[in-house]
């Protein structure tokens, strides 16, 4: 017969667990494994269970008792939210594959713990092998670069973060370690020169590029014995001495207040970077948020402006943070652009700064970029995979084609990796790096000459550290079979983002009235924001609490009532502006109330649309979606005042 | 019959899988209730799998590559590390509960992400109830407690010294605010006076107590319309301004340059907390190790003398981290004595912090103290459970009690909880502290007024993001059926403690001839820590060969051929002096010149005794890894050169 099956078919367990049969026999299979492994480790020893035992009245009755609870879990369970089906398009979560969800299960039967090849040798290597991949699906090259998986996303931008910090102001206590030596070493400045250390200024100390500070690292190691570098590098440095020693060290050796560093970020960067810069110290005024474009990504002008305005206060920059597939509205930065950006500002400034891309969401969308043999595919290559339309563009291509030229990199494969949760990826494209946080652990072996030294001791470099190698099994083995290029993962991505296009196009052709609906510009990925707007709501929070509303009836609730699910975010001005200005001039007299009440922020709704069978699923879903939205948008409209009373009480 | 089980033998898988069928059993019904429960949502939906789909050429292909690649999968997890085993008496990780296993199982499949109960409704009010029971075992008032799942311990310290600065530097930010806003507030000083906020100097401001921070935040809240207070509050907080500009607002307000804060700590406390002050901008200088006694516990004579000698150089103190079970030897610091030591700080020097009891590890040993009704035993009643014996001492009694009274508490789930990974927990005393630390992702739906408001929108108060709701689950199934009491998991911890205290009496008792066993005291838990010794090791450096020989030999290797797995850790100088002396003092002649070389450390041999059949699985296995230990030495004597190169050079 023709064949004519679709490959995103059997990958899943399915809306009616069509693949039921495949999952149970993957776990019988590994359970059996397991105990045959069991059972042939030591078999003369005897058990510790006597024969009979498990008969005893007391023994049933704990079995029993497990069972019960079992089963009250289990009848618990049943009030989950259905995300995975097609009717679900409302936060960034959907299917897992059967591949991950099978090989979490076998692996945690081991329960490997990936803090060193001591005590999971098989998921450490497993872990090596995933970073590779992800690595080099984005085109890292991974004989120079290092990555490894986290507990999700936070983690991994914090990690970059961290980093970014020591190999910034790594500079300067090599300056004051060689001074302590009595050496001199010559670095490599942003414009191309070379100067000795000893007649850079705080400045310039401050602006050089990671990979040199970095190269500065490894000459300094090669030109004394280890410890003594070690030490007195370590001695001078920010981890060793905090902030409010170092900035006491800086002021009396240049006679310089050090102006605190910065991290600039688009103005709909992840919530998550609050916190990560009050974590560390940086203090969340210095997160400066870029503004975005109509399109919601970040400004390469606008970063441009701010960095000429930092360089102008002496204000160094920590790190720029770029952003592949918002949370918020799954925006593509243009990163090629912004890693121009910083070479001109190398160039033209003497400026420079570390550049991380949080691809939490986005990064998948690499694979689609690749061939199955590794290359890549050219632009329309990648539209021929997407089924031969006009779309994506070739600046889409080089936006993601540019992770590969970022210091670093952050990848949730718990997002569109279709991975269990917790699997988050850090990725780093200069490995030393790593070494300017590292820390020795005193009961973990430490890598012996026979073993590869880089990830014998993964809890020497990682943030946290007791952490599951089923994660990792997990997102090796669905790799494996789900490969990172156009065949595997691609085609995941590519069938969500078509359909995320179609509900796109079916918003805008969809007949509202009384209302209007305003869409948000097209969708870089596959999440689809707009929001719903009538002449009677003459002030922005009536605006947005008809969208909230909306949102609140299209939400999650005991009895999973709602005919569909969508969530909703908020477009917050200033950042956003440029953003919100297009769709405020669409509506008219209100438009011009709404700006002046702007500071609010517009509530927009919001549908990720990854369900891999949203591609072919059913036809009727997205126009079911479309009308519940009009459907409750019509009923608040028969009473808004009321509705607005209702809302602000919270729904009761 | 009579009835003679051991509860502990169905709690678990078992070393040959002897509760396979019931594993198995729950795993089948999870599965089978995931499935129903996905085709009765929407039943009327058709499939998107057409009618003969997965009997297609493509798709019986793509299954049967999955099912070759899981089969690799499984033959590669074969070189798993056998934890599960008696003979494995390593690293603090062993067997999980079966209860944990299929709850794990059973939730994934719905993965819910506890980050927000819009996307877990279920798992995360699990959460509320496994933070509610590990509160109650550790006699936290749940009334004005919190508590949380954490990825692991790292992430929970982490948190806990984040809240611990965000309230130690609170009191400033109020000064400053009140004197913005015009008012002013009285404050509960440490001796128990009452003063006005503007009355204080920085050295009082900085030296509040928790409580009382807090009290001062909640009546600024009062005092206020809450935006207002936020933003000023904010604008003050080391967390908005960062650590660089701080310094400069105080230096400006106060005239006074702001000594770096530090954290006390002791010499055995776990390595994560170099990381964790490092990345905070905190500095690993302001981690100050209190020497430890010679049972390996926090010195509370140092402890009070390191206050003192801090209070003369005006140093605050952000912290103070107490150790309930080191990785190291499982010491359980004497809590009692250490809060005793911050009473008296505040009364006679007006000086107080936080106190942090890092119970990682040792925390579930709280169990043994719980009645079934929930209230506490005497000490006589715990050493009852523990099998009549004249152990626990009234002291550790004392000890693990006195984590009710002390500020935070970590517990990981994933260690001595027999939960796979990842599972730690953090409880924080008061739970307004968590303010402190708050961030509203502006995609997370905020609680309504029907909800409780402390955990719909956990991810505002919690430093991760997205996380797995199925360790929740599996803590939460795990703790209903072994609850947290003396008939729960302290049967568990009983059973060994009273293995580990076997196998010390039996390593004390054995003939080593021609070497000597060194025995670090009696274990505060199931971790024992010995060393060899022989008079030939006239070096330091030939004591430690041996003894990381002995180790390396008894290790897994690819094999996993040792007959017997242990690990090892070394005790370092000054900080561990008190607990190495008494050991060198037993090594006459070598003793002395080892001690001039201590600086390198010494190693000893470290045995995790935490299966749970170890209490009476096998009554050859602690005599026989007593007699590999013996044999690896004497073959070690008989070329200790060659050894000491071998050792050198790395296992090739």
């Known amino acids: 017969m023709a064949d004519t099956s679709n490959p995103l078919h059997s990958w899943f367990l399915g809306p009616k667990g069509e693949n039921e049969q495949l999952l149970k026999e993957l776990l019988a299979s590994a359970l059996q494994a397991h105990v045959d492994w069991r059972r042939s480790y030591h078999p003369e020893d005897p058990s510790p269970i006597a024969a009979g035992e498990q008969r005893t009245a007391a023994a049933v009755r704990q079995s029993a008792e497990l069972r019960t609870e079992f089963e009250a879990l289990l009848q618990q369970l049943r009030g989950s939210v259905p995300i995975f089906h097609g009717r679900y398009n409302g936060h960034m979560v959907s299917e897992q594959t059967i591949a991950a969800q099978a090989a979490y299960f076998a692996a945690m039967l081991y329960n490997p713990n990936n803090v060193s090849r001591e005590v999971a040798p098989v998921t450490t290597r497993l872990e090596e092998e995933v970073a590779r991949q992800l690595a080099e699906m984005i085109g890292y090259d991974w004989a120079s670069c290092w990555g ?8 991994a931008n914090f990690e970059a973060l961290w980093i970014a910090r020591n190999v910034l102001y790594h500079p300067v206590a090599a300056r004051l370690a060689t001074r302590a030596l009595g050496t001199d070493i010559s670095v490599s400045l942003p414009d191309g020169t070379r100067e000795s250390l000893s007649d850079l200024d705080l400045w310039q100390l401050l602006n050089i590029r990671p ?4 190269d ?4 300094l190691w090669l030109a004394a014995p ?11 440095s920010l981890a060793t001495l905090g902030y409010q020693d170092y900035s006491r060290q800086l002021a009396a050796e240049f006679g310089d207040e050090l102006q605190a560093g910065v991290v600039l970020a688009a103005g709909t960067s992840h919530y998550s970077w609050a916190k990560i810069v009050a974590a ?7 997160l400066v948020f870029v503004p975005v474009n109509a399109e919601c990504r970040m400004d390469p002008d606008a970063l441009w402006d701010e960095i000429e305005s930092l360089t102008r206060k002496r204000v160094p920059i920590m790190a720029c943070v770029s952003t592949c597939g918002t949370t918020e509205t799954g925006a593509v930065d243009d990163l090629r652009r912004i890693v121009e950006v910083r070479a001109r500002a190398e160039w033209e400034l003497g400026v420079t700064f570390h550049v991380h891309a949080d691809a939490c969401y986005g990064g998948y969308a690499a694979s689609l970029t690749r061939k199955p043999d590794g290359s890549r595919h050219t632009a329309s290559e990648v539209r021929k995979a997407c089924g031969g339309t006009d779309w994506p563009t070739d600046q889409w291509v080089r936006s993601i084609s540019a992770l590969e030229s970022v210091d670093s990199v952050s990848i949730d494969p718990h997002k569109l990796g279709y991975i269990p949760y917790p699997a988050g990826a850090f990725l780093l494209r200069d490995r030393r790096g ?6 020795d652990p005193p009961y973990l072996a430490v890598a012996t000459s026979s073993e590869s030294p880089d990830q014998a001791v993964i809890g020497r470099f990682i943030f946290e550290g007791s952490k599951p190698g089923a994660s990792v099994a997990a997102a090796w083995l669905s790799h494996k079979t789900i490969p990172l290029n156009s065949d595997g993962h691609g085609r995941i991505i590519a069938s969500t983002m078509k359909a995320a296009r179609e509900l796109y196009a079916l918003l805008g052709s969809f007949d509202f009235a009384p209302l209007r609906v305003i869409r948000l510009p097209e969708p870089d990925l596959n999440i689809v924001c707009f929001l719903l707007h009538h002449p009677s709501l003459v002030t922005l929070s009536s605006l947005n609490a008809l969208n909230e509303m909306i949102y609140r009836e299209l939400s999650p609730d005991a009895e999973m009532s709602a005919p569909y699910m969508i969530t909703r975010t908020k477009l917050t001005s200033p950042a956003c502006d440029q953003a919100i200005e297009p769709l405020l001039s669409l509506m008219g007299e209100n438009g011009r109330a709404y700006r ?18 949203s591609g072919d699923a059913n036809p009727d879903h997205f126009p079911g979606l479309i009308d519940a939205v009009r459907r409750v948008a019509v009923s608040f409209l028969g009473d808004p005042s009321d509705h607005v009373a209702h809302f602000a009480r919270g729904k009761t």
Chains 1, 2 share one sequence.
């Open 596 to 613: 002046a009440a702007i500071a609010e922020g517009l509530t927009v709704l919001r549908s990720t649309v990854m369900n891999p069978f």
């Open 226 to 236: 280890g410890p003594i570098i070690e030490s007195t590098l370590k001695a001078h």
């Open 280 to 286: 560390l110290g940086v203090g969340t005024n210095q």
């Open 216 to 219: 500065l690292w490894e000459k």
């Open 434 to 439: 790593r070494e300017l946080v590292s820390t």
């Open 148 to 155: 490894h998986l986290t507990s999700g996303g936070t983690v």
């Open 211 to 214: 990979h040199a500070s970095l």
